[in-house]
């Protein structure tokens, strides 16, 4: 139990075009899901933490208008980069958690974003 | 600020031999994990420690943890070359609902 997916695994893009990655809790219902970002040979930088039904709270200096989530269901949370380009090439991963605060995170396989 | 800081950063060993890596934290915390990750890949969780004292050993790892000392480690024994990957150690912060992670290890075993 407790499997997330995401979907692209991989995605290439022009710069200046937009980019939705989405995230899927497949066998539970996930309160709390977390975007990270990872840059190749670094460690994982949380961008935003989204419940459902609200709006995401971002990290500072990650850039609200650029990196939209949306977490409109219990299963379903989506990170669209907006006019994307290259300096945004990175690895992407989601994770879910099932309870506020008392249960671990599960991640998501990640997803690999190259902006040409 | 909770910061998580591991060391060594880089690891090169030999097959058959032992190691430890080493997972520091600045504040309390709820929970610590340890995470594998192969190039390319997300994470793999492996240890999920919650008290003083825990000890949790799955094949060759082993982790601990010292919440007085704020300290956890991996260790590993007689070391194969499927164990080489990067090690990250995480923190979930009181009351808060994230994890803040260490810069990771990268560990390469040597045949």
């Known amino acids: 139990g407790a499997v997330v997916s995401q979907h692209p695994s991989r995605v290439i893009c022009k710069s200046g075009t937009s980019v939705k990655i989405e995230c899927r809790s497949l066998?539970?219902?996930?309160?709390?899901m977390f975007w990270y970002r990872q840059f190749p040979k670094q460690s994982l930088m949380l961008m935003a933490t989204s419940n459902e039904g609200s709006k995401a709270t971002y990290e500072q200096g990650v850039e609200k208008d650029k990196f939209l989530i949306n977490h409109a269901s219990l299963t379903l949370s989506t990170l669209t980069v907006t006019s994307a380009h290259p300096e945004d090439s990175s690895f992407y991963i989601c994770s879910a958690r099932r309870f506020s605060g008392k249960d671990t995170q599960y991640f998501g396989p990640g997803t690999r974003l190259t902006v040409l | 600020e909770l910061k998580v800081e591991q060391n060594p950063l880089f690891l090169s060993m030999q097959e058959g031999k032992n190691y430890t890596i080493y997972c520091n934290y600045s504040t309390t915390s709820d929970r610590l994990y340890w995470y594998r990750q192969d190039p390319g890949k997300s994470l793999e969780s492996l240890f999920v420690?919650?008290?003083?004292?825990a000890v949790k050993q799955e094949g060759r790892l082993m982790a601990s943890l010292d919440t007085k000392a704020r300290l956890s480690t991996l260790h590993i024994t007689a070391a194969v070359h499927d164990l080489s990957a990067t090690y990250f150690c995480a923190v979930d912060r009181v009351g808060a609902q994230k994890l803040v992670f260490g810069q990771g290890t990268r560990l390469t075993i040597n045949p």
């Open positions: 420690l919650l008290s003083n004292g």
């Open positions: 066998d539970f219902q996930a309160t709390t």
